[in-house]
């Protein structure tokens, strides 16, 4: 990824409250619908698990409790988004997943998250639907391994409704709640840092977990030798 563009992720991330104000300001009504399709992309583009998710609902939940946006209209917009991204990440897995695991390499897709997510799914099964909704990454490839695995459509369907009006409505709820408690207000970038690594440590800490210990690879060294 080149070094700007990396930059100005970054920055959105940081300060994702200014960029949202700014665009409510110079795009109005429109805003429904761009945030329709960044949440309909996170969760529905098995290639975009970089879109910001819990921190975006955080925010537009803050902006609606100061009056910026409209929350009923709002909510019920990304829920649909949520649920068709899902349906759309669904059938992509039905169609293309098998040959991922067939060995065969798919550009942008990243083959580590996918098997992690796998794994997870194995572990969790149908379950899984609703508990990655509130695990970044892991969201964007459990409808895609769903489809995969030939979940059940009415099943899946179910999940996935049950996932993504939780997910939504409780962050959503969170931002309305705290967003304009003065304190949180004046620090809202540090909010949004917290919540990104409080999502992301889960995956960290199966990362560490997953890590071969430099002392059990030593050992099998001297075994094989």
Same mark, same amino acid.
């Given at each position: 990824?080149?070094?700007?563009?990396?930059?100005?992720?970054?920055?959105?991330?940081? +300060?994702?409250? !200014?960029?949202?104000?700014?665009?409510?300001?110079?795009?109005?009504?429109?805003?429904?619908?761009?945030?329709?399709?960044?949440?309909?992309?996170?969760?529905?583009?098995?290639?975009?698990?970089?879109?910001?998710?819990?921190?975006?609902?955080?925010?537009?939940?803050?902006?609606?409790?100061?009056?910026?946006?409209?929350?009923?209209?709002?909510?019920?917009?990304?829920?649909?988004?949520?649920?068709?991204?899902?349906?759309?990440?669904?059938?992509?897995?039905?169609?293309?997943?098998?040959?991922?695991?067939?060995? /065969?390499?798919?550009?942008?897709? +990243? !083959?580590?998250?996918?098997?992690?997510?796998?794994?997870? %799914?194995?572990?969790?099964?149908?379950?899984?639907?609703?508990?990655?909704? &509130?695990?970044?990454?892991?969201?964007?490839?459990?409808?895609?391994?769903?489809?995969?695995?030939?979940? +059940? %459509?009415?099943?899946?369907?179910?999940?996935?409704?049950?996932?993504?009006?939780?997910?939504?409505?409780?962050?959503?709820?969170?931002?309305?709640? &705290?967003?304009?408690?003065?304190?949180?207000?004046?620090?809202?970038?540090?909010?949004?840092?917290?919540?990104?690594?409080?999502?992301?440590?889960?995956? &960290?800490? /199966?990362?560490?977990?997953?890590?071969?210990?430099?002392?059990?690879?030593? !050992?099998?060294?001297?075994?094989?030798?």
């Amino acid at each position: 990824m080149d070094v700007g563009i990396a930059v100005y992720l970054v920055d959105i991330f940081i +300060n994702l409250d !200014q960029h949202l104000v700014a665009i409510i300001a110079n795009y109005g009504i429109w805003i429904y619908l761009i945030l329709f399709l960044v949440i309909f992309c996170e969760t529905g583009l098995v290639v975009t698990p970089f879109l910001p998710g819990d921190s975006l609902l955080f925010i537009v939940g803050a902006l609606a409790a100061s009056g910026e946006i409209n929350m009923l209209a709002m909510a019920a917009s990304l829920m649909i988004a949520a649920v068709l991204g899902n349906m759309v990440n669904y059938q992509i897995g039905h169609y293309i997943g098998p040959r991922v695991f067939s060995g /065969t390499k798919i550009r942008f897709l +990243n !083959q580590e998250h996918l098997m992690r997510t796998h794994d997870f %799914y194995e572990k969790h099964g149908g379950k899984t639907i609703v508990i990655a909704r &509130f695990l970044p990454i892991i969201r964007t490839f459990a409808p895609f391994v769903a489809g995969i695995g030939r979940m +059940n %459509y009415l099943r899946f369907f179910a999940f996935n409704m049950v996932g993504s009006v939780a997910w939504v409505s409780l962050f959503l709820w969170a931002g309305w709640t &705290f967003g304009n408690i003065p304190v949180v207000e004046r620090n809202l970038s540090l909010i949004v840092l917290g919540i990104i690594a409080i999502t992301l440590l889960p995956a &960290f800490i /199966t990362f560490l977990k997953q890590r071969p210990r430099p002392g059990l690879r030593r !050992q099998g060294c001297k075994a094989e030798s």
